[in-house]
């Protein structure tokens, strides 16, 4: 499981939503989990079930802050980012 914390900027925003989203499928990383403070009022995204092949993943959830994100699978499975975690 790799969480990934969004950074400012057009060009970092770019490489962590999209360019290392697209690597970590490939690499065949169970769970993705990003936080990203820059998606409206900020939203925990988790995604799962990478297609290496595709480079991308079969399962996503976007789930804006103030709602428990819960890991559905792997070895954090039932962990849950929330309030107390990410930063409003």
């Known amino acids: 499981m790799v969480v990934e914390v969004a950074s400012p900027g ?10 290392k989203r697209r690597e970590y ?12 403070d820059f998606d409206d009022d900020g939203a925990v995204l988790v995604l799962t079930s ?3 092949r595709k480079a991308k ?3 996503e959830h976007r789930i ?20 107390e975690i990410v930063a409003f």
């Open 10 to 19: 057009h060009r970092n925003l770019q490489r962590d939503r999209v360019r």
């Open 25 to 36: 499928a490939r690499a065949g990383t169970p769970v993705y989990v990003i936080v990203d």
């Open 50 to 52: 990478p297609d290496p």
């Open 57 to 59: 993943y079969a399962d």
């Open 64 to 83: 804006p802050y103030g709602t428990d994100a819960v890991i559905p699978e792997g070895p954090a499975k039932g962990f849950a980012i929330g309030k």
